[in-house]
């Protein structure tokens, strides 16, 4: 297993500053990726992102069969066996909470917790990946620390974006 926390990226080079070509040594297979979106931003996630994403991969040689995007209205087993089946997990940004919520309601939690490939998460996603979800007051939404569990994959905690 290998993961990749990011702060964000670049949407001129995604993948660039050497990340691509860590990706390209540890891809062993590039059938299946998935990405997992923040519940209010699939649309987005579906039509700029992903894009963008694949344009980037493509930049640096590598190149998915498949692509996933996680839904919401996803039929659980399925979504188990899509994560089961992965060569590589994205996790992209937005509400880490919300994303921890459609995980927990695909039933993936435990998948996620026991994934042996590759995963990546950019902004939320890396905290999701963290052992706590941490917020601290940065907005009208999250006017005081918001903590709770995350996925706790590796035992750190990372806090992309602390001013």
């Known amino acids: 297993m290998i993961r990749y926390y990011c702060s964000g ?3 001129d080079n995604a993948f660039g500053h050497g990340l691509g070509d860590m990706l390209k040594e540890v891809l062993v297979r590039t059938k299946n990726i998935v990405y ?3 519940p209010n931003k699939i649309e987005k996630a579906r039509d700029k992102f992903i894009p963008i994403f694949r344009k980037h991969f493509k930049n640096v040689g590598i190149s998915f069969e498949n692509e996933f995007l996680l839904t919401p209205e996803m039929n659980r087993l399925e979504v188990k066996n899509i994560i089961r ?3 590589f997990i994205l996790l992209l940004g937005g509400d880490p909470f919300k994303q921890k919520e459609l995980c927990d309601n695909l039933g993936i939690i435990d998948e996620l917790k026991n994934y042996k490939g590759v995963m990546l998460g950019f902004s939320a996603g890396a905290m999701l990946m963290s052992k706590y979800i941490i917020v601290t007051p940065c907005s009208e939404k999250y006017p005081e620390f918001h903590i709770e569990d995350g996925l706790n994959l590796d035992g750190i ?3 992309p974006h602390n001013n």
């Open 9 to 11: 990226f670049d949407h």
């Open 36 to 38: 997992i979106p923040n």
């Open 85 to 87: 089946t992965a060569d």
């Open 157 to 159: 905690s990372i806090y």
